[in-house]
Structures are given as C-alpha cells and as structure tokens.
C-alpha cells in the first residue's frame, strides 16, 4: 500500500477531501499520518476523528524541523508529501531527501500570487485589486523557493462581478477539493 503523508495548519478542508478520496477508494492509499503546527487546527481534529496519527511541531523547539521531523518522516515512509495549506517553509534536507515527492496546492493561478506573503484571503484580496476576472488554483512541487516548483495541474475559476476576497476564496477552495485528490491519485497510482 502507497502512504502519504499531509503536512496542514489550518481548517484542513484539503486534508478531508483526501481522507474521503482514500475512504472511498478513489485513491488507493494509507494516509500514515499528519504533521501540523499547530494543534488547535482543524486539519488535527479532522485526523484524530479518521485514526490518522498526528505529529504537533513545537513552535519552542527549533530543533524539531531538522532532527524530529526527518526522523518522523522516516518512520511513515511517505511515497508522498502533501502540503494543504500548510505555512511553514520545509527545510532544504527533507526537500533533498523527498525530490518529485512532496507537492503543494495553491489558490490561484501560479506564477501570479504566489510567493512570501501570498496566503489566505491576501491572495484573493490581490487578484480583486488587479482586477482579474479569471483566477483558479495550482498543484505543484515544491522546491526551495515559495511557490516555484514545476505546475502539475492548475484550473481556472471565474472571478465574478461583486466578488469578495471570502466569496472567491470559496469558489477557488471547492476545486482545488477536487483538483488535489485526482493529481495524488495520478502520482501515486498512475495505473488505475
Ligand atoms: C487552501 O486555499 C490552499 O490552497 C492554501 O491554504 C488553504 C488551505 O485550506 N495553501 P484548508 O485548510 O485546506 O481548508
């Protein structure tokens, strides 16, 4: 059986829709276990209520990233490393040790906001700012650079006339729903 491994800290909406996708079959997988920052998000009560075992990074221990977290890491033996809405960067041994195998999903049409500082509703405030009428969310690899890594798959999302940043972010949130479980699903089972 392939595993994942899904790294959140926030409402971890993502994270159910890849727990619903391995529920129903649609990908065929183990998810072995969740890394979070932050122990009050809901992507952590989202995993107790599923039995997916939970690893809280310690915001006193800096220590954690570079010794515990790899150690974590090596235990769960992820076939896959997925970032949903995860805000801390991954440090560069744990990129080197993973390479292709460890991807992100961002809510608009990368390259356009992405980058430090390009999270939440400040991405879609952005894009009503610029006046876009098109936006959409990415899948892509992660590398050293925020948001830079190769495209996987992005899809577009109407940006409509009277949209807030929050009513947009709900149209963008409800396809990358469904985006992140078909390109995991094509990473990780490409024969099915
Ligand atoms: C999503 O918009 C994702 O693109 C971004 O963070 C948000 C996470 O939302 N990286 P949720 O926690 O999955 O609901």
């Not at 829709?17 to 992507?43: F, H, P, Q, R, Y």
Request: proline letters at 7%.
């Amino acid at each position: 059986m392939k595993k994942l491994v899904v790294f959140a800290s926030g409402s971890g909406s993502n994270f159910q829709a890849i727990i619903d996708a391995v529920e129903n079959g649609t990908i065929s997988a183990e998810i072995a276990g969740l890394i979070s920052n932050k122990k009050e998000a809901g992507a952590v009560g989202r995993a107790q209520k599923h039995q997916i075992p939970v690893r809280i990074i310690p915001a006193e221990d800096p220590g954690f990233f570079v010794k515990e977290l790899p150690r974590q890491l090596d235990i769960w033996s992820p076939d896959l490393i997925v970032l949903a809405g995860f805000l801390k960067k991954i440090p560069d041994k744990i990129l080197k040790k993973y390479p292709r195998r460890i991807i992100n999903i961002h809510p608009s049409l990368l390259p356009k906001y992405g980058g430090k500082g390009f999270y939440g509703q400040r991405v879609h405030q952005a894009v009503l700012d610029a006046g876009d009428d098109i936006s959409g969310c990415t899948v892509h690899y992660v590398n050293e650079e925020y948001d830079r890594g190769d495209i996987i798959r992005q899809e577009r999302v109407d940006v409509l006339p009277g949209d807030t940043p929050e009513t947009l972010a709900a149209r963008v949130l409800s396809r990358e729903h469904q985006i992140l479980p078909v390109v995991i699903k094509d990473l990780i089972n490409p024969e099915n």
